[in-house]
């Protein structure tokens, strides 16, 4: 058991996968029956990422317990984009804590797109939460360091614990976005005015855009998902990484906000904590059992990858890892049994 903020001893209850031939099994029908869908288009507002392949698509499950199951471009690189929002936050709240968090990043859906301004000024100023792109800016200023380039380290070092290797830097996407990242400047500039953020905030743009620039496959991200789902627990190294109520108040927020203004429906057909990515890759994780990662490039018009959010559809239903399905429990002894026994 772990005590929360409120001085509670909470117990946790989570269930487990299928037998691994059957993950196995059901990893490569998701991908047979998603690798030919057409539909969704690159995103094209960072310039070198409308140079991705649309035809990629690959397919993770990782296990709590460590066993990975693969299909189709599991292992080809493309950039963490905003599926890092998620794991900075979790790096910040570990050394921060639960409320200071809280209070100056938020934990509510804008309903609103990822870049909105519009957003922050209906909310005084309030990023509102940290998977859209002010509330991840606001996270990534609260890390704490003694400088830029000391902050941008801790954050590459924590994202590759999470991932369980080193990641590095793709400068070719960074130079491309750092050329075009005008709208996170002005929400930067705009939290600043705001008093959310308390430093530099072209200086905070540019760790930012960094960390969104690290390169890592469908098969990292399953694994740092992985990781969440175990309690802060890398399942490939065993190094923990962060708390188990860090990974219960990231996959909250997660839950609320990490899918954007599609979150809501999101949550009612798949019902998984998920976080996407604008080069096509999606992480969602199961509690207590593991984490799906999957990268295709074409994406809706809400930023989410079309082919991922499809295969982790099916893989929720067939493997049982909508967090808010159940079953009747049968009774383990005959009701009549159960009321003479308690008469």
């Known amino acids: ?144 360091a003694a400088s830029p380039d000391e902050r941008w380290e801790r954050i590459r070092s924590g994202l590759s614990r999470f991932a369980g290797r080193p990641l590095d830097i793709d400068t070719t996407v960074f130079r491309s976005e750092s050329a075009t990242n005008h709208r996170n400047r002005a929400l930067a500039q705009l939290l600043e005015s705001y008093g959310r953020i308390d430093i530099d905030p072209l200086r905070v743009v540019d760790v930012y855009t960094r960390q969104c620039a690290l390169r890592v496959s469908a098969r990292d ?47 009612f057909e798949i019902g998984l904590p998920a976080k996407s990515g604008v080069s096509g890759g999606i992480v969602a994780v199961a509690p207590g059992k593991g984490a799906i990662g999957t990268f295709s490039p074409p994406l809706d018009s809400a930023g989410n990858s079309v082919r991922g959010q499809r295969a982790v559809a099916y893989l929720s239903r067939t493997l049982g890892l909508n967090v808010f399905a159940s079953e009747v429990h049968p009774p383990t002894v005959p009701p009549t049994t159960q009321r003479s026994g308690t008469a």
């Open 221 to 267: 991200i399953a694994v740092m998902g992985a990781t969440l789902a175990d309690g802060g627990v890398n399942p490939v190294t065993g190094e923990r990484v962060v708390t188990p109520a860090v990974c219960r108040d990231t996959l909250s927020v997660l839950a609320a906000t990490g899918m954007y203004e599609r979150s809501g429906e999101w949550l």
């Open 1 to 144: 058991m772990e005590t929360d903020v409120a001085g509670v001893r909470q117990a946790v209850s989570t269930g487990r996968l299928p037998a691994w031939d059957r993950v196995e099994a059901l990893v490569a029908a998701a991908y047979g029956r998603y690798r030919g869908h057409g539909a969704g288009a690159v995103a094209d507002y960072i310039p070198v990422l409308a140079e991705a392949d649309p035809g990629l698509f690959g397919v993770v499950v990782a296990e709590v317990a460590g066993d990975m199951h693969a299909a189709g471009a599991a292992d080809v690189e493309f950039t963490i984009q905003s599926i890092s929002k998620a794991f900075v936050y979790a790096l910040v709240c570990d050394q921060l804590g639960h409320d200071v968090v809280r209070d100056r990043v938020g934990v509510d859906n804008t309903g609103l797109p990822f870049d909105s301004v519009i957003a922050m000024e209906l909310n005084d100023g309030h990023p509102m939460n940290p998977m859209v792109n002010a509330g991840a800016l606001a996270t990534t200023a609260l890390m704490p």
